[in-house]
């Protein structure tokens, strides 16, 4: 089971809702300021909960699109409490 950090969660969704519809976020952990155990985690994460509304893993570096209803949803949630 996967524990990834509050904070490690909201930093990506945050990233995640300032994309338009068809761009992609390649998730960078030192272009987010996270380690990389913690991004990987925390993507695999937010992606098998279907936050975003698309995203692509390949070769151990993930992408991934904007916020689904679901992400924003968990995005609010972990955000105010």
Do not use: W
Request: hydrophobic share 35%.
């Amino acid at each position: 089971m996967l524990n990834p950090s509050k904070s490690d969660c909201v930093t990506i969704l945050s990233a995640a809702s300032q994309l338009t519809d068809d761009s992609l976020l390649p998730l960078d952990p030192h272009r987010l300021g996270l380690s990389r155990n913690g991004m990987e985690t925390a993507a695999a994460f937010l992606i098998e909960r279907a936050c975003f509304k698309r995203h692509h893993d390949g070769d151990g570096h993930y992408a991934v699109g904007g916020l689904s209803l679901q992400g924003r949803l968990r995005l609010d949630q972990l955000s105010n409490g």
